[in-house]
DNA sequence: GAGCACTGC
């Protein structure tokens, strides 16, 4: 084993932008707690908003807009003439475990029942009431959705945006419209809540084009602990193997406190526990007994004496609530958790007790490419921000030290903030709902971080050749209901296809099964080849959508049960989030009286219905056993969890879900076709508009 | 014959 050299620069104190406290945290959804005043009285004091909340209600009164750094919650906004009379304030959050956690606590520190004065609304569930609730938490897709319905969001007073220095596509949307809306409607007052580094760019980008006294910034004390952070002097060539090393070297001469590990996926993973555990057992089975002087090998003896029994843990969305769980477990006396997580332990799940973070440096990242329409996904650097939140990770209990293998000079070289979400998305949907709330001229748009312009320009191309908007730019008919549907564009598109093809039930189904990831659980060795032949039972030979279809029939029909998900292969979470999806789109279909017709088992009928959304995602097979697409003559490689993976389709042609690009580019849930019908569309296509 | 960062409606 290598000694590890750190060169330490210095220890990071209160004022930095490590020295941010974050209060909506929490995986746990917790259960609405009965506090007595001295459990009350201790959470104001946990809560430095509370402290602080004469100071924000000056700033809200006198300003439009209030940027408040380095504090969430909102806490007490609550009791004042803001929450009065009909008015109600808003508070959003990018994740819908924080929009609730937030909502409990806030509604134990006011002492009302959660959905009364103080609830929540994300999606699937609404905990408030239209005429008593005052202060409601969400997510911020759901307020950017009721702006479809409320275009100036009339029923609040104060519109709070939490965690905005997180950039996520809603939020940004959502501060584009907001500023809109206070335009018209100067009364609306603003908190965006964000970290350090980007509370300038929010206030400019409320302040350009009105007057100076627009926006305001105000910084809170945070209360967090001193994180030291150490930098590698030279880069690891593998980052995986050094982050063993250095965890094995913190056991070794540190006491108590879990470490936590950021690595970029599954697999990295997996390989640092294996070898960490490699290690454990050639130094656990030289018990003192076993070592037979130990006056011979000093730093043997030290290194038995000071070694902690460490626990492996892995943490990453592909889990299952079982064992995410796992990693709040509280470590025996005598014992240390070493978590292994991907970016998830960044912001969405927190770990308390952790006292040593190592950090990579490396993340995956999703990226658009408008010219190809091709997502992917790469391991990058993280940016500096990123690395600042991950370092912060050590010092909610105590005071901490963050080791980043890599020199300090690169850490000064990496991107200052990671790109905003908006800027390497997808943007067909937005800009569908961004029509439909009555912005057509997406030129004059006030962007907090503009999507590429041709981002912008292929998604319009998009919907233009889906009938999705006219000639003059506009929502067409269906275009307005299509922005309705919580759901991918082309989806919905099929399901308004379905009432041609007599098949809503199962499209509706399909629908549903698409937009859940992983429904099927094949873990690696003899397990999964056991989890391999369960799947085969819902294994249509016509492809992936039929056999979604299968496993979502077979699922409601033996009555939704986790331990009939187990014995299946199936994930009864993502499965249970189909049966939610499903009857909420099915809401829809009903509203925009779509027949909800059975296709009565007439396969050809369905592929048809599919066809009429999957157009675009042709591909024919070729002898090597990939794919070429129809739009560019692309090589595509079958993922290896579709059904068709080894199998050479009938006709030789089929339409696929979505594409990817990682190692290879990925097509991923298939389905066989016929080639006439995805003439038909294009010939529509080419007939209707020539430029394509 | 082989693989999946993370959210959200």
């Given at each position: ?138 997510t911020d897709g759901m307020l950017f959705r009721e702006t479809l319905i409320d275009p100036l969001l009339s029923r609040y007073s104060v519109i709070m945006i939490d965690e905005a220095h997180e950039r996520s596509l809603y939020t940004d949307l959502l501060l584009g419209v907001l500023k809109k809306i ?268 503009a999507p590429p312009a041709e981002s912008v320009l292929r998604a319009l191309e998009g919907l233009f050749a889906a009938g999705m908007i006219g000639d003059d730019g506009r929502l067409t008919p269906i275009g307005e209901q299509v922005a309705e549907f919580p759901i991918d564009v082309h989806i919905a ?200």
């Amino acid at each position: 084993m290598s000694t590890l050299t750190f060169w330490k620069p210095g220890t990071t104190g209160p004022g930095s932008t490590l020295d941010r406290a974050t209060e909506d945290e929490g995986n746990v959804v917790q259960s609405a707690p009965s506090h007595s005043s001295l459990s009350l009285q201790a959470q104001r004091e946990r809560l430095p908003i509370w402290k602080h909340r004469q100071k924000i209600l000056h700033c809200v009164e006198k300003h439009g807009v209030t940027i408040v750094v380095g504090q969430t919650g909102s806490g007490k906004t609550t009791q004042s003439g803001w929450a009065s009379e009909g008015n109600v304030i808003a508070c959003t959050q990018p994740r819908r475990v924080a929009a609730t956690s937030v909502a409990v606590r806030v509604a134990a520190e006011v002492g009302t029942l959660l959905g009364d004065e103080v609830g929540y609304t994300i999606r699937f569930e609404d905990v408030s009431d239209k005429k008593r609730t005052r202060i409601c938490y969400m997510t911020d897709g759901m307020l950017f959705r009721e702006t479809l319905i409320d275009p100036l969001l009339s029923r609040y007073s104060v519109i709070m945006i939490d965690e905005a220095h997180e950039r996520s596509l809603y939020t940004d949307l959502l501060l584009g419209v907001l500023k809109k809306i206070r335009r018209k409607r100067p009364s609306l007052r603003l908190i965006v809540s964000s970290a350090t580094l980007d509370a300038r760019s929010f206030s400019e980008y409320f302040t350009s084009g009105t007057h100076p006294d627009e926006a305001t910034i105000i910084s809170l004390e945070g209360r967090m602990y001193p994180v030291e952070v150490a930098y590698l002097q030279e880069s690891a060539p593998d980052y995986v193997r050094k982050a063993v090393e250095v965890v094995w070297n913190i056991n070794l001469h540190h006491g108590t406190g879990d470490i936590l590990i950021f690595l970029t996926g599954r697999e990295e993973i997996e390989r640092c526990l294996e070898e960490l555990t490699e290690l454990i057992p050639t130094f656990a089975h030289l018990s003192p007994l076993f070592v037979p002087d130990a006056q011979d090998y000093p730093p043997l003896s030290r290194l038995l004496r000071g070694a902690t029994q460490i626990i492996p843990l892995a943490l990453h969305a592909g889990l299952s609530t079982e064992e995410q769980l796992r990693v709040f477990n509280v470590a025996e006396r005598g014992t240390r958790k070493v978590i292994a997580a991907t970016n998830i332990a960044e912001a969405s799940v927190t770990i308390d007790g952790v006292k040593f973070v190592v950090d990579s440096g490396f993340v995956k990242i999703r990226t658009y490419n408008p010219t190809t329409s091709l997502a992917s996904l790469s391991t990058v650097p993280v940016s500096q921000a990123s690395a600042t939140q991950r370092a912060g990770r050590a010092g909610r209990t105590s005071p901490g030290i963050c080791y980043r293998l890599y020199p300090e000079s690169v850490f000064a070289s990496l991107p200052t903030n990671t790109p905003p979400e908006i800027t390497r998305t997808d943007m067909t949907t937005p800009i569908l709902q961004l029509k439909s709330l009555g912005i057509d001229d997406l030129m004059k748009f006030e962007w907090v971080s503009a999507p590429p312009a041709e981002s912008v320009l292929r998604a319009l191309e998009g919907l233009f050749a889906a009938g999705m908007i006219g000639d003059d730019g506009r929502l067409t008919p269906i275009g307005e209901q299509v922005a309705e549907f919580p759901i991918d564009v082309h989806i919905a598109r099929m399901l308004f296809a379905s009432k041609d093809f007599n098949c809503g039930e199962e499209i509706l189904t399909i629908a549903a099964m698409v937009s859940i990831q992983d429904a099927f659980i094949i873990p690696d060795g003899a397990p999964g080849a056991i989890a391999e032949l369960e799947r085969r039972k819902f294994t249509a030979e016509e492809g992936d959508h039929l056999t979604l279809l299968n496993a979502y029939n077979a699922f409601t029909k033996y009555g939704r049960s986790s331990s009939w998900c187990k014995m299946h292969a199936l994930n009864f979470r993502a499965m249970s989030r189909a049966v939610s999806i499903r009857s909420q789109l099915k809401k829809y279909m009903i509203r925009f009286n779509l027949p909800l017709h059975s296709c009565e088992g007439d396969a050809k009928r369905l592929r048809q219905c599919l066809v009429s959304g999957y157009w675009r995602n042709g591909a024919r097979w070729v002898a090597d056993g990939t794919y070429r697409s129809v739009k560019g003559n692309k090589t595509l490689f079958v993922h290896p969890t579709s059904v068709l993976f080894t199998r050479k389709p009938r006709t030789g042609w089929i339409i696929f879900h979505e594409v990817e690009e990682t190692k290879k580019t990925q097509i991923r849930i298939l389905t066989e076709i016929e080639p006439d019908w995805l003439l038909d569309h294009g010939h529509k296509y080419q007939h209707k508009h020539t430029a394509v």
